[in-house]
């Protein structure tokens, strides 16, 4: 006597009553319909994050756009040096060398807070339309400070 539910036994039966053909069939429509789920549920919300990443990335974009409308009609007159002398000083970073050349400044920030610079830079780009096009940092023995150089451009 078999005792296996028989829920279980019908389909058993049924699967065992197959061709070779029909079970191919039946293993690749299981398969299908797997690879389907699988997909759906990795995939789904990996497409949603990517398209709210996007859609913020765009949104920071435009609100950036009237600073630098704002700096390329007619304010770029102020030297490179003055504003990042000016922003830096407001930040209490201390600059130790800068040097302005045509359309960039270099300069070396010694011992700041990492956190610090990173939000100068931040304003530089955002509020002043100015871009780090290069930038070297070294760590210091103090946990947080750090040594830079780097090169600012319009």
Do not use: C, Y
């Not at 949603?48 to 435009?62: C, D, N, P, T």
């Not at 390329?72 to 007159?77: T, V, Y």
């Not at 000083?89 to 700041?112: C, G, H, P, S």
């Amino acid at each position: 006597m078999d005792n296996r539910p028989t829920s279980l036994r019908l389909p058993l039966r049924e699967w065992l009553k197959l061709s070779g053909r029909g079970r191919m069939a039946a293993w690749g429509m299981i398969l299908a319909v797997t690879a389907f789920l699988v997909l759906d549920i990795a995939l789904r919300p990996l497409l949603a994050a990517r398209s709210k990443a996007l859609a913020s990335i765009g949104k920071q974009s435009r609100s950036a756009e009237p600073a630098r409308a704002w700096h390329d009609d007619g304010s770029g007159d102020v030297p490179i040096s003055a504003v990042v002398t000016r922003t830096a000083a407001a930040r209490d970073l201390t600059i130790r060398r800068i040097e302005a050349a045509d359309e960039e400044v270099a300069l070396a920030i010694e011992k700041a807070d990492f956190n610090d610079i990173v939000r100068w830079i931040a304003e530089l780009e955002i509020e002043q339309g100015l871009r780090v096009v290069a930038m070297d940092m070294d760590r210091t023995t103090d946990p947080g400070i750090v040594n830079a150089t780097m090169t600012v451009r319009r």
